[in-house]
């Protein structure tokens, strides 16, 4: 089964990216299809800000809250909001199809 993210843009730009393994980050997904803005400098490691993201509201609920490292991470990062994720931190699932994140600063 696949699944398909789509990546928004600061300027609003669209990327509609398909997944075909499920056992990976939404970060993994990011930086392996070269999606702006994801540099994943700690490698997934909860240890930086740098594949911050802000989730579609709509899809707050299925993505869940951030944890207790990963929120303290978030508070280092430029322009936390309420549905600031970080991608290394979101494992994909098949219920995650049509997952709409922006990408933050």
């Not at 299809?33 to 509201?57: E, K, L, M, R």
């Not at 899809?59 to 549905?83: C, K, N, Q």
Request: aromatic share 4%; with cysteine.
């Amino acid at each position: 089964m696949s699944i398909t993210i789509t990546f928004v843009q600061p300027d609003g730009a669209e990327r509609a990216v398909k997944v075909e393994t499920l056992n990976l980050t939404l970060m993994e997904v990011a930086r392996n299809n070269s999606v702006a803005g994801i540099t994943a400098d700690c490698g997934g490691a909860c240890a930086c800000a740098t594949c911050h993201v802000y989730v579609d509201p709509a899809w707050m609920a299925a993505v869940g809250p951030a944890g207790a490292v990963e929120a303290d991470m978030l508070d280092f990062s430029v322009d936390p909001r309420e549905t600031s994720r970080l991608s290394c931190q979101i494992e994909l699932r098949e219920d995650l199809d049509g997952l709409r994140v922006a990408v933050a600063r």
